[in-house]
């Protein structure tokens, strides 16, 4: 406890000693530096003593933090503070200075005593004040706590379409410690595997103490997974070759490839496109039996993670499957046709095929432009090269200037059956003729050639060639007069009639035998390979 007398009874006390105090002491005696109306009894021992040794000793003075602050918690990445010291006395002699023990910690400024945060831990910061001519020295000291920064991440995820992922990121991770994510998939269970399948998901993340931060944990958001567009890899179409009638379904086009779902085929013999809607799509390939004109659609019905696509009609719109010609027999070495090949009766043209090719097209036109855009031509050929000295196929070892393929010719002059487009639109017991079948038909000897206008009011004109051999005088087959078909052009419709024979040109090898009418005329004839001519088959 702190004793003190009056100033009055001290000043009394100490007049007789006036004349020999110093003027260190004599500003003691007129009060203590506080300014207040007491003196300690400190006051009157440095009096005293320095009466008995003639020294004077300096007063004690203590230095206090504002608010008699001794200890303060902070945490990393707070800003900048001040506690200021002051002393008790004497505040105008000697100077204030502070020092941190541990300046990883916190570093603070020696004159201003700003406090700057350096990292996690603790360390005492003191205040120091120096002696002046009549106050001591003092010091004082407050423990400073740093603590972990905690730290409020967030979580983001942009929306995707299948198959082409985002990654997460998150940011407020002020410390760089490990983000480890975290998925959610309705009310399933959290886990660090990123879903792939379409849908709305959930994202958070959590993210590791490092250093100076605390752990935290991200607020879960959504995020989805757009469905893709499933896709046609190999797009379905018209099978090549002719289709006859055979009392069998047979395929109409051939099977197509997709990603991303499966691919469906719907037939029709209307043109009328479907829609994913209709009744009678199927993940077969369609078919038909009946002689007709069928028209195939196709589209790819989505999986879980694609949308379907559009229907698609196949390449070409249509496949037809034509009428079976039936058998007739003049008498001769070989069975005849009814009909042409790709006809639908005995006066219909049928189709028009380039020698040695199995795929035929209508004579269909527009003022003598084919519908189809088909060019006949060298170009286009099957067994060339672009030009009619460059066969690929059907040429006699010695006419090694016409061919254009590795080795020698191949020495072929009669259509293989693979390449006979009786055979493979009929089957094996259908082939082409030879030009000695023709030659034997147009014999008179053998049949009575008759042109015909209009043919039983078909409007199609031709011939009518009538068996007279014995016994079968009443048997018959009509030859139309198709024209042909060269570059994009059809031509001669009902007027001039062409049909192929098996048999090359042995001494031409671009040329083709072939049998060639017009009115009143009738002969074999050699025209060029890559032309289309109608095709009448024998058995």
């Known amino acids: ?58 007063i004690a003075r203590t230095l206090a933090f504002a608010e008699n602050t001794t200890a303060v918690t902070k945490s990393y990445g707070d800003a900048n503070f001040t506690i ?12 204030i200075t502070y020092a941190s023990s541990e300046t990883g910690v916190a570093t603070i ?67 760089n410690g490990t983000v480890t994510y975290y998925y959610k998939t309705g009310d399933g269970e959290w886990t660090e595997t990123q879903p792939t399948d379409a849908g709305t998901h959930q994202v958070k993340a959590s993210v590791a103490a490092n250093g100076n931060y605390a752990a935290g944990e991200t607020a ?12 046609v890899t190999t797009a379905p179409a018209a099978v090549s070759g002719t289709l006859v009638a055979n009392g069998s379904a047979q395929a109409l086009v051939t099977a197509g490839e997709a990603t991303g779902g499966t691919l469906k085929y719907y037939v029709s013999t209307t043109n009328s496109a479907p829609t994913t809607e209709t009744e009678g799509w199927t993940t077969t390939v369609s078919t038909g039996t009946d002689a007709d004109t069928y028209y195939v659609w196709y589209y790819v019905e989505g999986d879980a993670n694609h949308n379907s696509t559009a229907v698609t009609a196949i390449s070409g719109e249509s496949k037809t499957i034509y009428s079976a010609p039936e058998v007739v027999d003049l ?10 090949i790709g006809a639908t009766s005995v006066t219909d043209y049928g189709l028009y095929f380039a020698w040695g090719e199995t795929v035929g097209r209508a004579g ?20 060339s090269n ?42 094996e017991s259908w082939k082409m003729p030879t030009k000695e079948n023709w030659e034997e038909l147009k014999n008179t000897e053998n049949c009575t050639w008759e042109w015909k206008t209009n043919y039983s009011n078909s409007g199609v004109n031709g011939y009518l060639v009538i068996s007279r051999k014995s016994g ?31 048999s090359l040109d042995e001494g031409n090898p671009y040329y083709a035998r072939n049998l060639y009418f017009y009115s009143g005329y009738v002969r074999m004839d050699d025209l060029n390979r890559c032309n289309g001519f109608s095709v009448r088959a024998v058995q």
């Open 1 to 58: 406890m702190k004793t003190t007398i009056r100033k009055q009874l001290f000043l009394l006390l100490t007049a007789l000693f006036v004349g020999a105090i110093p003027a260190n002491a004599q500003s003691l005696i007129r009060g203590d530096v506080n300014g207040d109306s007491e003196v300690t009894i400190a006051d009157v021992t440095a009096l005293v003593n320095y009466l008995h040794t003639g020294e004077f000793n300096m």
């Open 84 to 95: 200021a010291a002051t002393p008790d006395r004497g505040a105008e002699e000697g100077a």
């Open 109 to 175: 400024n020696e004159i201003t005593g700003e406090v700057t945060i350096g990292g996690v831990g603790e360390t005492t910061i003191t205040a120091s004040i120096t002696a002046g001519t009549n106050y001591a020295a003092a010091e004082a000291s407050y423990t400073l706590t740093i603590t972990i920064a905690s730290i409020s991440p967030t979580v983001t995820l942009e929306d995707w379409t299948y198959g082409s992922p985002n990654s997460p990121s998150v940011s407020g991770n002020m410390g």
């Open 220 to 231: 879960a958001v959504e995020f989805t997974i757009a469905k893709a567009t499933a896709s």
């Open 331 to 340: 008498g001769l070495s070989v069975k005849w046709a009814n009909m042409n």
């Open 364 to 383: 269909t036109n527009t003022s003598g432009t084919a519908s189809d855009g088909y060019s006949y031509d060298w170009s286009n050929y099957a067994w």
């Open 386 to 427: 672009g030009a009619y000295d460059k066969l690929t196929k059907y040429v006699p070892t010695d006419k090694t200037d016409y061919w254009n393929a590795s080795g020698s010719p191949d020495n072929k002059t009669t259509l293989k059956q693979e390449d006979d487009a009786a055979y493979v639109a009929l089957g």
């Open 472 to 502: 079968y005088t009443s048997n018959f087959i009509f030859l139309p007069a198709a024209g042909y078909r060269l570059n994009t052009y059809v031509n001669n419709q009902g007027t001039y009639g062409y049909y192929w024979s098996s």
